[in-house]
């Protein structure tokens, strides 16, 4: 059985395979991942800094 037919028999199962894969070979990039997610958490906490401030001001 070839890769295209098993995605087209067994779709769900194929993504799923596919997420692991991915989750896998993408792990050493995880700490960079986590620190995007901190920066971003920041950069919305400062952003929403800003609004209030914006907003007392008008």
């Keep these: 059985m070839s890769e ?3 995605k087209k ?10 997420t692991y894969v991915d989750l896998y070979t993408n792990r050493p990039n995880e700490k960079n991942r ?3 997610i901190k920066l971003e958490a920041l950069l919305h906490e400062k952003l929403e800094v800003i609004k209030k401030a914006k907003e007392k001001e008008e």
């Design 9 to 18: 028999l067994h779709p769900v199962l194929s993504e799923v395979t596919q």
């Design 4 to 6: 295209e037919d098993y």
């Design 34 to 36: 986590e620190k995007l």
